[in-house]
């Protein structure tokens, strides 16, 4: 079954940067679409940044774009969030997710495969 594993999250100053990471098994990774995610307390899940198969077309939601930058490694099943210029509103728990499908999607219902999350806490 398709297995999608964060790390790279933690506690870090506003103004500072984290890398997260995901690893992923268990399907093609190079034919899926992925995504990040987060959600913090007492709020719904949202979207962060999308990428395509082949990492030509990248999407983010307005509130990091410019700050955090979506990649991924085909040859090493592996997709990344660098997140510079952090606030305390992006603490959050971050999800990574993959979709049947090479198109990238900023809806939470395209994505069928799911993480267990990372924490990232912004201290100010």
């Known amino acids: 079954q398709v297995q999608l594993v964060e790390s790279g999250g933690g506690l870090v100053q506003a103004g500072g940067s984290l890398r997260l990471s995901c690893e992923a098994s268990?399907?093609?990774?190079?034919?899926?679409?992925m995504g990040w995610f987060r959600q913090a307390p007492g709020k719904e899940r949202e979207f962060v940044a999308t990428?395509?198969?082949?990492?030509?077309?990248?999407y983010y939601a307005d509130s990091v774009k410019g700050r955090f930058t979506i990649s991924r490694d085909n040859a090493k099943n592996m997709v990344y969030l660098q997140m510079n210029s952090l606030k305390p509103e992006d603490t959050a728990v971050y999800y990574c997710?993959?979709?049947?499908?090479?198109?990238?999607?900023?809806?939470?219902?395209?994505?069928?495969?799911w993480g267990q999350g990372t924490q990232v806490i912004v201290s100010s």
């Open positions: 997710a993959a979709r049947i499908s090479m198109l990238a999607s900023q809806a939470t219902a395209d994505f069928g495969s």
């Open positions: 990428i395509n198969w082949r990492g030509s077309s990248k």
């Open positions: 268990g399907l093609t990774f190079s034919n899926s679409a």
